[in-house]
């Protein structure tokens, strides 16, 4: 075998290694969605129960006071229309980048805003309900201090988590795949300590696992035996 084949075996070993890369990162970001797909329910068991949009409670002395009457599940189409077009477009939009962007940089930078995206998707869109929409007159608390009480931690985690993400891109290497693990790994802690956020947290998780498979190429110089 000449130099020449030496030279063309390498490149189609070089090219196989990335479309896996690429493939499996678009893996994640599928298997992701269906989690979120899964998990759909706890959404409206968050904003009705816990955060209580489209409620009301009703004043003292009359009956049934202390007591919050809510919308139908008819009430909730709305809020669940818009929380389900986020996730198409993070599953979707998230596997195509993960999958057909050749280089690692720009998939990576484009993964990571789209996780930042979903994440403030459901946080600024459950504090404006909470805000907007929860009659609160006769409540103990005021609706932002549900949201507060109800969503809080884990919105505090998720924010980290995306600070972490954009981060990531900064370095390269070991300390860049680090942050990136890290990133993850705050989303998805944030879902489980509100699992009413998982619609597009969880998904969010994914691309950003995608974006740190599509950092352990060649382009990332992770050092010799990281």
């Given amino acids: 075998m000449d130099a020449a084949d030496t030279l063309t075996g390498s490149g189609r070993r070089k090219a196989a290694g990335g479309w896996a890369r690429r493939a499996l990162a678009a893996v994640s970001v599928l298997v992701s969605g269906l989690f979120a797909f899964v998990l759909a329910s706890s959404a409206l068991e968050l904003v009705r129960e816990q955060l209580h949009h ?7 002395g009359s009956e049934g006071a202390g007591t919050w009457i809510c919308s139908d599940g008819i ?5 669940a229309g818009i929380l389900g077009i986020m996730w198409i477009v993070v599953v979707v939009v998230g596997s195509l980048i993960a999958l057909f962007v050749r280089h690692d940089r720009p998939a990576r930078l484009a993964l990571v805003l789209l996780a930042a995206l979903s994440t403030a998707w459901i946080l600024g869109l459950a504090w404006y ?10 409540a103990p608390m005021t609706g932002a201090e549900y949201w507060a009480d109800a969503v809080g931690p884990a919105a505090l985690i998720s924010v980290i988590g995306v600070v972490a993400g954009l981060l990531s891109l900064m370095p390269t290497g070991l300390l860049s795949w680090i942050l990136g693990i890290v990133a993850t790994v705050m989303l998805v802690v944030a879902t489980v300590l509100q699992p009413g956020l998982s619609i597009n947290l969880i998904p969010a998780a994914g691309v950003l696992a ?11 110089r992770l050092p010799a035996g990281s």
């Avoid at 309900?129 to 006769?138: A, I, K, L, P, Q």
Wanted: aromatic share 6%.
């Fill in 54 to 60: 489209n409620c009301g409670m009703q004043p003292p």
């Fill in 75 to 79: 009430g909730y189409l709305g809020m």
């Fill in 129 to 138: 309900g909470s805000t907007m929409h929860v009659r609160d007159e006769y």
């Fill in 210 to 220: 995608a974006a740190v498979i599509r950092g352990t190429g060649h382009g990332s």
